[in-house]
């Protein structure tokens, strides 16, 4: 469609909306808006896409649990940065490495790398789905760990332009926070943080940038998490009383994470009361001992209190390691700590479809749970429960929900984005209800300061405008004296990424990964004159021309201006040689059409004695060195009436006096060439004498 209208106005428009999209920042939840579960946030941002997290949701199986891919292209996503090993955060990304179009980089942790292949193996193992609904096998795991790249903590890495780096989140071992740089806009996407140092783990680090945006987890809402103390008295005195009565205690955890934390404590209390120690305590889980070794090689990325012990706190002395029901002889009472953490399969399921209708038993859930899990239903604790062969059962057993979920509280988010001040917060990880009171919540803490809260659904894109300013930083040599005001800096402009940077020649190799190399070039032309005709040529065309010999070789050499060396190496060849530059280039240009010249020249030239010199003979030789010059540029030249040169190039004529300089030709384009190329060669064939008239 033609435009109409006022073009400059419509070109203004158009500039200032391509500018705006440019600088428009997109943020979409493919998973976790508004629910817990299947964590994936996609931004994109100045053609630049990162994926933060690629999880499941544990309340669904097959493709309903994937985060929703189809939205986005996923050969489009550059750098893929996994916070955690859990399956909510994790679970997906063997899914998303080996069938889907993805072709960038993943990031994670050292120890979330390790525990990643540990747990998803255990999770395909312990589902109990048809092939169909099976998203992924064995092969695809380990395919996917050549893939994953590991990052340390602190560690700042650069990928097509996008800067990153982490922070330890608490959490589980391995967690955490990423901090995303693009274009000089600073994005914050926490994942699962606890600001709670525990018996293992240290606190979430509070950055020392303030993102300009913020993605936060908002699981518990507005809820406050009781006194560690007080929750640890709570749990051991449920177990102790249930066990004082008779009955089994089953604790159904994930085989990593929490139950690590719920293991020491029981360890502890175990020792501390010899009455008990006669009571098995089992940690259910295909993988225990190989879950166990891997939190005893990671102790350094662990807080304080681990890393002074004595021993290695994570050998038990009272909990042994159970594969399978088969190896269980349930005679009495006893503590059993089993995955997976919502009760949906495995073993956790199988003990509590044979404990749940005894009232001495007790069930305890130490962790957040998701909606649409059993854990989720039996806190409500209905008469009766559906077991996994389908039939129902009376729920006699004693529920109790005592939360060591290393998620931080509301105190603790709040108290956390109060430090950071960030102008944009986007809440994620939590159920629509929690998530509501918690904005409204910030909403009024943050009331005096503009800062904009979104709880953005699935699929549903947040977009803001960044206004990004080109700015170059000068460094190096250049950036030692202050420049006064009007004062020109010259130098490099590099641009890296978004940055740019201004520096000294001599700098590049060291503040950027450009080499600087000189290219030496050696030219060998056929000559069969003697090589006193080029010296006596080259000093009628230069002012400085010196003779020497050469110390290696013991041939004759000329040293034009200190930039190009001419050299008789045979009675038949001479060559050049010269460090290229603009200035070495054009005098090793003249002096190779020099010396074609001459060979061209029937018959040889003979030098005469330098002591005679005439003005004539000077005018005979500028004329030669003209003709021939002429000759290399535009190739026909003859001589015509009245000594008049005659130039034809493509048809068309130029006619030039020699004496006046004056060019006649019905082309003005060729006319002018002919007329700058003649006041040139003049200029070049100083300091022969050229006569005026």
Known sequence: MASTGQPPQSLKRRDSFSAREENKLVITP???????????????????????????????????????????????VDVLLVTHFHLDHAASLPYFLEKTTFKGRVFMTYATKAIYKLLL?????????????????????????????????????????????????????????FMVDIAGVRVLYTGDYSREEDRHLRAAETPQFSPDICIIESTYGVQHHQPRHIREKRFTDVIHSSISQGGRVLIPAFALGRAQELLLILDEYWSNHPELQNIPIYYASPLAKRCLSVYETYTLSMNDRIRNAKSNPFIFKHISPLKSIENFKDVGPSVVMASPGGLQSGLSRQLFDMWCSDKKNACVIPGYVVEGTLAKTIINEPKEVTLFNGLTAPLNMQIHYI?????????????????????????????????????????????????KILT????QSVEMHFNSQKMAKAIGKLAEKTPEAGETVSGLLVKKGFSYQIMAPDDLHVFSQIATANVTQRLTIPFSNTFSVVKHRLKQMYDSVESSTDEESGVLTLHVHDCVTVKQ?????????????????????SIVALVLNINREVPKVVVESEDIKTEEENEKRAEKVIYALLVSLFGDVKIGENGKLVISVDGNVARLDKQSGEVESENEGLK??????FRRIQTAVKPIPLSAS
């Open 30 to 76: 493919l998973g976790a808006g508004n629910e817990v579960g299947r964590s994936c946030v996609y931004m994109h941002y100045k053609g630049k896409t990162v994926l933060f997290d690629c999880g499941i949701h544990l309340a669904y199986s097959g493709m309903a649990a994937l985060p929703y891919f189809d939205e986005i292209d996923p050969s489009t």
């Open 121 to 177: 193996t255990d999770y395909i193992k312990v589902s109990k789905v048809s092939v169909e609904d099976m998203l992924f096998d064995e092969q695809d795991i380990n395919r996917s760990m050549d893939k994953i790249e590991v990052i340390d903590f602190h560690q700042t890495v650069e990928v097509n332009g996008i800067r990153f780096w982490c922070y330890s989140a608490g959490h589980v071992l391995g967690a955490a926070m």
């Open 403 to 451: 939360s060591f979920s290393a998620h931080a509280d509301s105190a603790q988010t709040c108290a956390f984005l109060e430090e950071l001040r960030p102008p944009n917060i986007i809440l994620v990880h939590g159920e629509a209800n929690e998530m509501g009171r918690l904005k409204q919540k910030l909403t009024t803490q943050f009331v005096d300061r503009n800062t």
């Open 456 to 459: 953005p659904k699935n699929c």
């Open 569 to 589: 190496d045979s009675e038949k060849h001479i060559s050049l040689h010269w460090t290229s530059d603009p200035i070495s280039d054009m005098i090793s240009d």
């Open 672 to 677: 002018e060439r002919v007329r700058t190329a």
